[in-house]
């Protein structure tokens, strides 16, 4: 079956540091690749998302490239703030079929200090 | 108009209440879906729901009941839960058809739910 596997948090950095969260993936087919993110008290917000592989996401400086020889769909950034602090997500949806589930990984807590 | 909206955002309920929370979007999205998460867990997928008709039922205990009674309007009607139902549940919508492009879901905020 489908599953996806992104690192243990929790994941302290500080504010102007690099970030990477690593993502990898099962799944059969051509899935397509999503990173979301959930702000404290609030629901998951769409960061970026790929649908086919070498495709690159990127959002608010943030990028994952969905990498299907390694099965991998990391997060960076280039330079984090502290209003990155945030449960990341990363999910897969198996492509074509259009109310499939996500699969979710089990999230890792971000926290940037000043 | 790019929102899914919830309510509420709050509830308290006992064991031996009848409540319903509610979902909206319209952004024209046929796809709705209901999750729940419980703390510092990925969220779980509980029932779809396309083009108004249930989809997937993910073994849900019947104690939750989903209804979608146009395409605008998701609900979840709860009746004689237990503590452990406590958490966040979390409506989604998407465009809902076979294209890849349709894959993208759209969540709300979700409603907080306590079962004392």
């Known amino acids: 079956g489908n599953s996806v596997t992104q690192m243990e948090g929790p994941v302290t950095l500080s504010e102007e540091a690099f970030l990477t969260i690593n993502c990898t993936y099962t799944?059969?087919?051509?899935?397509?690749l999503f990173w979301y993110v959930q702000y404290p008290g609030e629901g998951l917000q769409l960061l970026l998302k790929?649908?086919?592989?070498?495709d690159k996401g990127s959002n608010k400086g943030f990028e994952a490239t969905y990498r299907k020889e390694t099965t991998s769909f990391h997060l960076e950034k280039g330079s984090v703030q502290v209003s990155d602090s945030a449960v990341y997500f990363c999910?897969?949806?198996?492509?074509?079929?259009?109310?499939?589930?996500?699969?979710f990984g089990t999230g890792t807590r971000l926290t940037i200090i000043p | 108009d790019t929102e899914v909206t919830q309510t509420p955002k709050h509830l308290v309920m006992g064991m031996t209440n009848k409540k319903s929370l509610k979902c909206e979007q319209h952004?024209?999205?046929?796809?709705m879906y209901w999750y729940k998460q419980k703390a510092k867990k990925p969220p779980e997928l509980m029932f779809v729901?396309?083009?108004?008709?249930?989809?997937i039922n993910e073994s849900v205990p019947s104690r939750f009941s989903p209804e979608c009674p146009n395409s605008s309007l998701l609900n979840l009607h709860l009746h004689a839960l237990q503590p452990e139902d406590s958490a966040l549940y979390l409506c989604?919508?998407?465009?809902?058809?076979?294209?890849?492009?349709?894959?993208?879901?759209?969540f709300g905020p979700g409603t907080r739910l306590t079962v004392l």
């Open positions: 989604a919508s998407s465009q809902g058809g076979l294209a890849v492009r349709y894959n993208e879901q759209f």
């Open positions: 799944a059969t087919g051509y899935p397509s």
């Open positions: 790929a649908t086919k592989a070498d």
């Open positions: 999910a897969l949806r198996r492509a074509n079929f259009g109310n499939e589930k996500l699969t």
């Open positions: 952004m024209g999205h046929r796809a």
């Open positions: 729901y396309s083009y108004e008709k249930l989809s």
